[in-house]
């Protein structure tokens, strides 16, 4: 007997350690707690916690961060091999959970790839945990680690990472369970129309 077979529709998620960008983090920590103290929670999928409103990158002081996730998510778009190059621009936002703090899953609608970027991560504070997005196959029952079964797969992220993923895939942050506040960045790309061709 021969046989073969194909793996079919793979998902993609990337890990960029930015380790330039640790010298900077202490004082952009310092900026975002003096600003949730001056503005109200936007309101999101956070509990327990803050979300600013989507200015981060309007800040100069967040410039450094502006310039390397522009570097890691062309990257991505070059490794997703799309028809055409793509523009896209960005739009990012702090997320902080306190003690007892969590993320519900959710999505990012438009966004073909986000990301997220951890500034301060106390140990037990929450992994960033993706759901299979395959629709319905968690109906058939089948749990496991093997191909045609759901999953569930989380990912303990450190200070300076920068997490990319397909917007469309559900994600989640388990509870924080340090007495520490967790703070991430979110970021959000979305495509500019473009009519060049790949070089």
């Known amino acids: 007997m021969k046989s073969e077979y194909y793996d079919l529709f793979p998902t993609r998620v990337w890990v960029f350690y930015l380790e330039e960008l640790l010298p900077l983090l202490d004082g952009w920590e310092g900026l975002i ?3 949730r103290q001056s503005e ?3 309101g999101s999928s956070n509990r327990y916690g803050w979300t ?4 981060v990158f309007e800040k100069d002081a967040f410039g450094a961060l502006s310039e390397a996730a522009e570097q890691c998510f062309a990257l991505a778009y070059e490794q997703m091999k799309l028809l055409n190059t793509p523009c896209f621009r960005k739009e990012a936002w702090v997320n902080l959970q306190d003690a007892g703090g969590f993320n519900h899953f959710h999505t990012h609608g438009e966004s073909p790839l986000s990301g997220a970027f951890y500034l301060r991560v106390p140990e037990e504070s929450g992994d960033i945990i993706f759901r ?3 629709l319905g196959i968690n109906l058939a029952g089948m749990k496991g680690d093997g191909a045609n079964c759901f999953s569930v797969t989380s ?3 450190r200070r300076g990472e920068l997490v990319i993923f397909p917007g469309w895939l559900e994600h989640a942050v388990d509870v924080n369970m340090s ?3 967790r703070i991430s960045i979110a970021i959000n790309t979305y495509l500019v129309k473009t009519d060049r061709p790949l070089a």
Do not use: E, I, N
């Open 155 to 157: 990912h303990t992220p």
């Open 40 to 42: 109200g929670s936007r």
């Open 33 to 35: 707690l003096s600003w």
């Open 132 to 134: 299979d997005p395959r």
């Open 179 to 181: 007495p520490m506040a």
């Open 52 to 55: 600013s409103d989507k200015t």
